[in-house]
Nanobody
Framework: QVQLVESGGGVVQAGDSLRLSCAAS????????MAWFRRAPGKEREFAAG????????NYADSVKGRFTISRDNAKNTVYLQMSSLKPQDTAVYYC??????????????WGQGTQVTVSS
């Protein structure tokens, strides 16, 4: 059974940083492209960042480019999202996803349960 467990969310102030982690079990992430999506209150889920299976390529939404960094440690079966210079509009539930490094929800095979990030002004 595949499980993706996100952690690292919390309540921070604008300008702060957070690091999200996504620990996978039941599959070997080294075989998969991975991504982080997010859903802000009252909005649809949107793509934030993606990374190729080897970690050699990354992809970011324009809204997070230059502030967020996605990375992975295939030996630990874990993907990370380093978030810096956080803004109130980054407030959302962040989801780890397996299957694509692009903004293609239809290509996602597995989803995590999400972790809440709240940024106060």
């Amino acid at each position: 059974q595949v499980q993706l467990v996100e952690s690292g969310g919390g309540v921070v102030q604008a300008g702060d940083s957070l690091r999200l982690s996504c620990a996978a079990s039941g599959l070997t992430i080294a075989r998969w492209d991975m991504a982080w999506f997010r859903r802000a209150p009252g909005k649809e889920r949107e793509f934030a960042a993606g990374i190729s299976s080897s970690g050699g390529r990354t992809n970011y939404a324009d809204s997070v480019k230059g502030r967020f960094t996605i990375s992975r440690d295939n030996a630990k079966n874990t993907v990370y999202l380093q978030m810096s210079s956080l803004k109130p509009q980054d407030t959302a539930v962040y989801y780890c996803a397996v299957g694509s490094m692009w903004a293609r929800e239809e290509s996602i095979h597995y989803w995590g349960q999400g972790t809440q990030v709240t940024v106060s002004s």
